[in-house]
């Protein structure tokens, strides 16, 4: 980046001072006693040190928020800042192998200063830099991995097609290797055969992990990765890629998503990630993985910890709204009792009811995301060792649910606070818009959330053998025994999720016992059923979420436990509210019951509204990344003619 595109997008200091606030009106209550330093803790659960480095590293001015930008600077802009970061050696490729929750911590940081950065970041580091790291071996290491870190060698993950996206095991390109000259000729057949919404790839990506139908003699050994260069250095494209940039999109607009071709590339033998699978000279094949379904399957093992890095961003994009609507709440007045400007609008129980559940929602996913990340960790297989089978299905589930609740409460949380923002809420400088953006993304990155479902119910078919889960089928099958004031119990709650993932559970179990024909079995599954399929997923993820959230609260200092637990009562409820309709026509709760539900959550409501800023400031988000108007002194923004951003000479 030189030249003229450099100075568009350089930030010369002459910013807006985002550490001013409004006063914040008092509710009236000192609220619930807690240690919110202790409470920061346990919610960034890890690497502490990494994330406070990295937090100051972004108050460079270069990091603060641009809006009005030409595409090609709002690209380089992403890339500029991540190179930022990769530099600073605070994070490593390697550390999937010695402290794999590390990356996990660079993304949620990278997640509240700039989505089109953080996006970039999971591509090279999590897609393509892991499963070079993972599938690769010496020669691929030695080629790409220190580029990674350094961002020299920035690279994209071609495993989506244009025909071929959940059911990407069918896709259309080929590998073939040629025994006359030992290479592989990656190539691509057809229309719907081209590399789909490769990020990275349309502008600054030299290399790309490929996966293609591995072919030799006509027979399919199923799919494969490939390290295959794309761009030389001087970012001329290799002989026989063809890149196409699919320009503007809804959000993320930093990163550069292409779509690619090759038109019978030839790459070596050797540019085979083989740590899994071999091909020797004369075209003899073999693998460790005796089925070529199971081949995929650990070739795009990527996507597993994929999702906890987009969870991990998702997170970011819910707490940074939340952080902006409760500060603006705190701050802005409206009609009181006498008629006059005087009362906070955080006082309104509308304002309350619409935010406190999901302050409430997004620090159990919190606590949730933590649990799956230990989880994950524990059976990465980086370290070599290969995890019990019924361990490793669980990880897998637990993966594929907690990135879509994360991804689908950050949608939640950023409509829900960018409308109790009102009109200040649609300006892009108070940063909704593009969390909004960036949660549609998460919703699809990594696995479509709905598909996802399916994948959790499906596995979670399997398992019905196991005690824990032939408990929760018992405890589906009778009423629960809550009054209608014993009902936020915290016995009792986790009563209600366990109910509820069993009685599903045991329904889709009875109607699938009675297919037939494997043609059956699809009709049933997608056609028939899929409602009982989502809802036993979100039953199961949102009962993961309940149980680590109370696992937390029994380890827990008296000093953070006294204020996680009606934080976490009252994301119970919020679940229960949403799902009541099905739990009185289940019969498992009494009418009674069901009516005193929405008043549970106004109590609660009411009880933390007084704590909720100090609860917004255990996210641990510095002012300089926060970065909005409203979360500051939204007076003082307005004073001058800021055209919407956050620096410039008005601001001198």
Same mark, same amino acid.
């Given at each position: 980046?030189?030249?003229?595109?450099?100075?568009?997008?350089?930030?010369?200091?002459?910013?807006?001072?985002?550490?001013?606030?409004?006063?914040?009106?008092?509710?009236?209550?000192?609220?619930?006693?807690?240690?919110?330093?202790?409470?920061?803790?346990?919610?960034?659960?890890?690497?502490?040190?990494?994330?406070?480095?990295?937090?100051?590293?972004?108050?460079?001015?270069?990091?603060?928020?641009?809006?009005?930008?030409?595409?090609?600077?709002?690209?380089?802009?992403?890339?500029?800042?991540?190179?930022?970061?990769?530099?600073?050696?605070?994070?490593?490729?390697?550390?999937?192998?010695?402290?794999?929750?590390?990356?996990?911590?660079?993304?949620?940081?990278?997640?509240?200063?700039?989505?089109?950065?953080?996006?970039?970041?999971?591509?090279?580091?999590?897609?393509?830099?892991?499963?070079?790291?993972?599938?690769?071996?010496?020669?691929?290491?030695?080629?790409?991995?220190?580029?990674?870190?350094?961002?020299?060698?920035?690279?994209?993950?071609?495993?989506?097609?244009?025909?071929?996206?959940?059911?990407?095991?069918?896709?259309?390109?080929?590998?073939?290797?040629?025994?006359?000259?030992?290479?592989?000729?990656?190539?691509?057949?057809?229309?719907?055969?081209?590399?789909?919404?490769?990020?990275?790839?349309?502008?600054?990506?030299?290399?790309?992990?490929?996966?293609?139908?591995?072919?030799?003699?006509?027979?399919?050994?199923?799919?494969?990765?490939?390290?295959?260069?794309?761009?030389?250095?001087?970012?001329?494209?290799?002989?026989?890629?063809?890149?196409?940039?699919?320009?503007?999109?809804?959000?993320?607009?930093?990163?550069?998503?292409?779509?690619?071709?090759?038109?019978?590339?030839?790459?070596?033998?050797?540019?085979?990630?083989?740590?899994?699978?071999?091909?020797?000279?004369?075209?003899?094949?073999?693998?460790?993985?005796?089925?070529?379904?199971?081949?995929?399957?650990?070739?795009?093992?990527?996507?597993?910890?994929?999702?906890?890095?987009?969870?991990?961003?998702?997170?970011?994009?819910?707490?940074?709204?939340?952080?902006?609507?409760?500060?603006?709440?705190?701050?802005?007045?409206?009609?009181?009792?006498?008629?006059?400007?005087?009362?906070?609008?955080?006082?309104?129980?509308?304002?309350?009811?619409?935010?406190?559940?999901?302050?409430?929602?997004?620090?159990?996913?919190?606590?949730?995301?933590?649990?799956?990340?230990? /989880?994950?960790? @524990?059976?990465? %297989? +980086?370290?070599?060792?290969?995890?019990?089978? !019924?361990?490793?299905?669980? #990880?897998? $589930?637990?993966?594929?649910?907690?990135?879509?609740?994360?991804?689908?409460?950050?949608?939640?949380?950023?409509?829900?606070?960018?409308?109790?923002?009102?009109?200040?809420?649609?300006?892009?400088?108070? /940063?909704?818009? @593009?969390?909004? %953006? +960036?949660?549609?993304?998460?919703?699809?990155? !990594?696995?479509?959330?709905? #598909?996802? $479902?399916?994948?959790?119910?499906?596995?979670?078919?399997?398992?019905?053998?196991?005690?824990?889960?032939?408990?929760?089928?018992?405890?589906?099958?009778?009423?629960?025994?809550?009054?209608?004031?014993?009902?936020?119990?915290?016995?009792?709650?986790?009563?209600?999720?366990?109910?509820?993932?069993?009685?599903?559970?045991?329904?889709?179990?009875?109607?699938?016992?009675?297919?037939?024909?494997?043609?059956?079995?699809?009709?049933?599954?997608?056609?028939?059923?899929?409602?009982?399929?989502?809802?036993?997923?979100?039953?199961?993820?949102?009962?993961?979420?309940?149980?680590?959230?109370?696992?937390?609260?029994?380890?827990?200092?008296?000093?953070?436990?006294?204020?996680?637990?009606?934080?976490?009562?009252?994301?119970?409820?919020?679940?229960?509210?949403?799902?009541?309709?099905?739990?009185?026509?289940?019969?498992?709760?009494?009418?009674?019951?069901?009516?005193?539900?929405?008043?549970?959550?106004?109590?609660?409501?009411?009880?933390?509204?007084?704590?909720?800023?100090?609860?917004?400031?255990?996210?641990?988000?510095?002012?300089?990344?926060?970065?909005?108007?409203?979360?500051?002194?939204?007076?003082?923004?307005?004073?001058?003619?800021?055209?919407?951003?956050?620096?410039?000479?008005?601001?001198?």
């Amino acid at each position: 980046m030189q030249g003229t595109t450099r100075r568009r997008i350089e930030v010369v200091g002459n910013h807006f001072n985002v550490h001013q606030r409004l006063p914040q009106q008092s509710l009236g209550t000192e609220g619930i006693l807690f240690d919110a330093e202790q409470l920061q803790r346990l919610l960034e659960h890890d690497n502490w040190e990494t994330r406070a480095k990295l937090k100051e590293l972004t108050k460079q001015a270069i990091f603060i928020p641009r809006y009005d930008m030409d595409l090609r600077d709002e690209r380089e802009l992403a890339l500029q800042r991540l190179r930022i970061l990769c530099h600073s050696g605070l994070f490593s490729i390697l550390d999937f192998r010695h402290n794999p929750l590390n990356i996990f911590a660079a993304h949620e940081i990278a997640g509240f200063c700039d989505p089109s950065m953080a996006t970039k970041m999971t591509v090279q580091f999590n897609l393509f830099g892991g499963t070079v790291l993972k599938l690769g071996t010496k020669f691929h290491h030695d080629k790409v991995l220190k580029g990674i870190d350094s961002l020299d060698a920035v690279g994209c993950f071609a495993l989506t097609e244009l025909g071929y996206g959940n059911n990407a095991v069918e896709m259309e390109t080929t590998a073939t290797f040629d025994k006359d000259s030992d290479e592989f000729i990656i190539n691509t057949p057809t229309t719907v055969a081209q590399k789909y919404w490769i990020t990275n790839s349309a502008v600054h990506a030299k290399w790309s992990a490929v996966f293609a139908q591995l072919l030799i003699d006509g027979k399919n050994h199923g799919i494969h990765g490939f390290l295959v260069r794309i761009r030389n250095e001087d970012m001329s494209i290799c002989p026989g890629v063809r890149i196409e940039d699919m320009g503007h999109k809804m959000g993320c607009n930093g990163v550069d998503n292409g779509k690619l071709w090759f038109d019978e590339v030839r790459i070596p033998r050797e540019y085979l990630m083989n740590a899994n699978s071999t091909v020797e000279r004369d075209g003899t094949f073999q693998s460790k993985i005796a089925k070529p379904r199971d081949r995929f399957l650990k070739v795009a093992d990527q996507l597993l910890s994929g999702r906890i890095c987009i969870a991990s961003m998702m997170q970011s994009g819910s707490k940074e709204a939340l952080v902006i609507a409760f500060r603006y709440a705190a701050s802005r007045l409206a009609v009181g009792p006498r008629g006059k400007s005087d009362t906070a609008i955080l006082d309104y129980q509308l304002q309350q009811r619409a935010l406190l559940p999901l302050l409430a929602q997004t620090i159990c996913l919190n606590l949730g995301l933590s649990y799956v990340k230990d /989880r994950w960790a @524990a059976v990465s %297989g +980086f370290d070599g060792v290969v995890p019990d089978p !019924e361990i490793f299905k669980e #990880v897998i $589930m637990l993966c594929c649910a907690i990135k879509p609740l994360c991804a689908w409460n950050c949608q939640e949380t950023a409509t829900t606070c960018r409308e109790r923002c009102g009109g200040q809420g649609y300006l892009s400088c108070n /940063r909704f818009g @593009a969390i909004l %953006g +960036f949660s549609h993304a998460g919703m699809t990155a !990594e696995g479509d959330n709905r #598909v996802l $479902m399916q994948k959790v119910a499906k596995e979670y078919m399997t398992t019905m053998k196991a005690a824990a889960v032939q408990a929760r089928l018992k405890a589906g099958q009778s009423p629960i025994e809550a009054t209608a004031t014993t009902i936020c119990q915290p016995d009792l709650i986790q009563q209600c999720f366990a109910a509820r993932d069993g009685r599903l559970l045991g329904l889709l179990a009875k109607k699938m016992a009675a297919v037939g024909a494997k043609e059956e079995t699809f009709d049933v599954w997608m056609k028939q059923e899929s409602d009982t399929v989502q809802a036993l997923g979100m039953a199961y993820a949102e009962r993961e979420t309940i149980e680590a959230s109370y696992r937390v609260i029994q380890q827990a200092p008296e000093s953070v436990s006294q204020i996680l637990k009606p934080v976490v009562a009252l994301y119970a409820m919020k679940v229960i509210e949403t799902n009541l309709g099905w739990y009185l026509s289940e019969g498992l709760l009494s009418t009674q019951v069901g009516t005193a539900v929405p008043q549970h959550i106004r109590n609660i409501c009411k009880e933390l509204a007084p704590s909720a800023q100090r609860l917004c400031e255990s996210f641990g988000i510095p002012d300089h990344l926060i970065a909005a108007p409203i979360a500051t002194n939204w007076v003082d923004y307005n004073k001058v003619d800021n055209q919407g951003e956050m620096y410039g000479s008005m601001f001198r």
